[in-house]
């Protein structure tokens, strides 16, 4: 099947990759001539683990290929992925500029395109877009002369760190479709992926809109929610990770997404949860439960901060050392990380921060530039630190040499903002040691 994909991001760049990967001719179109270049060079203009290998595979063999040039690449397609950004615009809604911008792409090249029988020819959202979306982009399509293109919604609900897996293996396919011949193309497109019996879910393309934004709303919550009782766990000296698993050992609770932390983070959570607030509010209905989500949240990014401040009393002067810096293990990405929240409030005290994170350092240093010392490995940066602050859980800090960590540390000090350590262990080992909600009364 000749497949497009516009926008080679985080998802658009997994999406091409897969679909090629299965044996598809697919061509990756972005407008960013600089990452179209870094592509056709053999690299990766982001980290994903174990993509470089199957984008380079299928471009050797020849069904991967990338382009800037719009046209072309749409021109042949069945299936036109749209996978570009769709990020918080001033009033906290989803920015859509650019799904116009490529509708109006869109329009002035399919229009010459002759008309098909019905799915022949698919424009498929895969951005995260409101309710709504979908019937703009048929409406817009049919009123610049392109009426026999169909529109289908197809959310992603890959994670970064474990993209690759997710959408080769997903839990579920979700299209929103209008007419059952695109449900037909759709599932024969994802049918590789379908072999293990997970299901594919054809609903309306509003259905399948609000479907992204109520599942990471769901999942935003579970997170404010065991953020807010480890908080309260603080407070009465009892241990979030006995609570954890007191509750998470009942079915209708489940574990994922419940562990505490310095608040969610990246390029979903927190602009996804902001869009439904808007959908309800442009709608007359105001989202309560959502909108304290969004508030704990906030509020939960400065908690690392609160216990570091409480700790040293002053904090001009003192050196910390930052480990982990994506908003998550496995990924370069800092969209809304809350590693910056927690940069930018000690850096107002006047702390030195000396920081590692395995993939994100060169994202962190496009913002922050010489304001930070950037240590390659992590060992560095703990040298001669007043304390270390693990923000990022990424696998590599989990067993470290605790010895070395303390010869080389000024001060004994570990504040834990991923709960990776065990108190017990860390305080025999000699430090002082802070977690969300161990059962250290704050
Ligand atoms: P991204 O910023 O990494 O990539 C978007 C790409 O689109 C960029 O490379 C940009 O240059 C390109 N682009 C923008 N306008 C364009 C145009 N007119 N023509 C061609 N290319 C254009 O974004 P992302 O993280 O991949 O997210 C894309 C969408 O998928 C968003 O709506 C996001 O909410 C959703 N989503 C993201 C994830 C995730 O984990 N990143 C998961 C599920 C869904």
Redesign the pocket.
Known sequence: MKIAV????????VTATCFAESGNDVIG????ER?IAILHDNRL??YEPGLLELVTRNRREGRLTFTTD?ATGVRAAQFIFI?????QDADGD?DLS?IW??TA?LASVLKDVPAGPPGSKIVVM????PVGTNRGITDRLAAAGCGHIDVASN??????GA?LDDFMKPDRVVVGVRKPEVTEALRELYGPFLRTEHPFLSMTPESAEMT?YAANAMLATKISFINETANLCDRLGADINDVRRGIGHDARIGFQFLFPGPGYG???FP??IRAIIGMGRKNGLKLNLVESVDAVNEAQKQVLFQKIQKHYGNLAGKTLAIWGLAFKPRTD?I?DAPALALIDALLAKGAILRVHDPEAMANVREIYKDRLIYCDRPYGAVESADGLVIVTEWQEFRHPDFEVIRRLLKEPVIFDGRNIYEPKTMESSGFTYYGIGRGQRS
């Open positions: 516009i926008g080679t991001g985080y998802v658009g760049l179109i972005d407008k960013d990452k203009p982001i719009f996978a570009v950004g769709t990020p989803a650019s911008a490529v792409s895969k951005s995260t877009v959310p992603e609900f890959l994670k970064e993209a992204k990246g390029s979903c602009k996804d990405d969209r």
